[in-house]
């Protein structure tokens, strides 16, 4: 089984996709269709699905070995290349499913993790992909590839002759311990190169204080980078696979009322996204937990929306955003499939802006949607500033409404209705005098 571990990519391969499912489990579980997708995407050819009701996991091959035997005739009759499993695995259950089906086993985590790193472009990127591969193989080593079993030393079984005794470690054992070591260093080195880039970056966000920052997030495919393209005239690549966008994008987008806010575009989200992936792109997430306000683009066309909701706001929480302000934002509104979702929807989600990133449907409604959340609640001011200080009112005119202007020797007195979040960045203008006459 060796050999089937050298390369865990399934390109080009032929595979057969496995759900095992609990008999307690909702009647949706053991849907393939977003693993189809997500090998799909990696570059597998998809050959046959396999699903199997179980009432307990099995230690050994997960699904019990009669199963098991019969995915091994399967392999046979559809000459597959690699089977994939809708499921985590042990180490222990991978190397036993391989000896029967004798053919490459993968789990889901492992798929995810090959996407990635075939979309990887940035060294950044990069780097972020292979310190969660890393982190997801290291615990794996002991028993994942055959040439690292242990061998026992001359003393046999006995007590004294199994491995570890003094003297007694066979070079299997030996090879274990260099690559545990060649991987923890190297999980250390990435680790230190990542924090600097984390540190680059909240740098880099922190010098945008002055703007008000939204960044787009949701799962993956929902449109969030034809959304960005849309608004902003960014021009980011957009595919229809899945994890097409890896590396933040940001754009200067400009509100209804011309108001100018910074537009982030963000790795989207999977259902069950591999813990190792979500603290590896730490850094790129920082756009997220540091944004004033979150976008969470949806995609109303498909067929489990509401699962791919409590998807995303699952990584939102993990991350640290769960409490952070979201608009959510029902995209391809223009092709949805079943009668009735939308509607749904819109009665579970009534402050959801409905639009089509695509043909440009509900752009206008969704800018003043977040120019209303940019100002925030209205406020009536009377202020004073010196006359020769056009900076206050060049901002109110620009943020807000001036409703009166009264000009006394170098002082004006200025009547204005201004949102709650400008209040701050007026603030710090420096007018002579500031008073709150209606909140």
Request: aromatic residues 4%; glycine residues 8%.
């Amino acid at each position: 089984m060796e050999k089937l571990r050298q390369t865990l990519n399934v390109r080009k391969e032929r595979a057969i996709l496995v759900a095992a499912v609990r008999q307690t489990a909702s009647s949706n579980s053991g849907d393939l269709a977003e693993l189809t997708a997500l090998a799909q995407s990696a570059g597998a050819i998809v050959v046959d699905q396999f699903r199997q009701k179980i009432h307990t996991i099995k230690p050994a091959t997960y699904i019990g070995k009669g199963k098991a035997e019969q995915l091994s005739q399967r392999v046979r009759q559809f000459a597959a290349d690699v089977v994939i499993f809708d499921n985590d695995l042990s180490p222990a259950q991978i190397r036993e499913l391989e000896k029967i089906a004798a053919v490459k086993v993968l789990d889901r985590s492992e798929l995810i993790l090959d996407i990635f790193a075939t979309r990887a472009k940035t060294k950044q990127a990069k780097m972020q992909v292979e310190l969660a591969h890393l982190e997801y193989t290291y615990p794996r080593l002991t028993r994942m590839w055959s040439h690292l079993d242990s061998v026992a030393g001359v003393g046999g079984a006995t007590t004294a002759g199994t491995v570890g005794g003094i003297g007694t470690r066979g070079t299997g054992e030996q090879q274990l311990e260099i690559d545990r070591r060649l991987v923890s260093k190297r999980i250390t080195e990435l680790k230190r190169e990542l924090a600097k880039i984390d540190k680059r970056r909240v740098r880099e966000i922190d010098g945008r204080k002055g703007l008000f920052k939204i960044c787009l997030v949701g799962y993956t495919n929902a449109g969030k980078s034809t959304v960005l393209n849309a608004l902003t005239n960014a021009d980011v690549l957009v595919e229809d696979r899945l994890f097409a966008t890896l590396d933040t994008c940001t754009r200067r987008w400009t509100l209804e009322g011309g108001a100018e806010v910074l537009l982030s575009d963000t790795v989207g989200f999977v259902k069950n996204l591999p813990h190792q992936l979500v603290a590896s792109f730490k850094a790129t997430l920082e756009e997220a937990i540091n944004a004033d306000l979150l976008l969470h683009i949806i995609d109303v066309s498909n067929t489990d929306t509401t699962g791919q909701i409590e998807s995303v706001e699952k990584v939102l929480n993990e991350i640290g955003c769960g409490e952070a302000p979201i608009l959510k934002v029902f995209n391809k509104v223009d092709i949805v499939r079943q009668v009735g979702e939308l509607e749904m929807l819109q009665t579970l989600f009534p402050d959801a802006i409905s639009i089509s990133a695509k043909t440009g449907f509900g752009l206008e409604q969704l800018s003043k949607a977040v120019s209303a959340k940019y100002k925030g609640a209205e406020l009536l001011l009377r202020l004073a500033s010196r006359q020769s200080d056009g900076r206050v009112r060049s901002f109110l005119r620009a943020h807000g409404t001036i409703v009166q202007e009264q000009y006394r020797d170098d002082r004006v007195l200025i009547e204005a209705r201004l949102g709650q979040n400008q209040l701050a960045a007026l603030k710090r203008l420096g007018p002579e005098s500031i008073e709150i006459i209606k909140a």
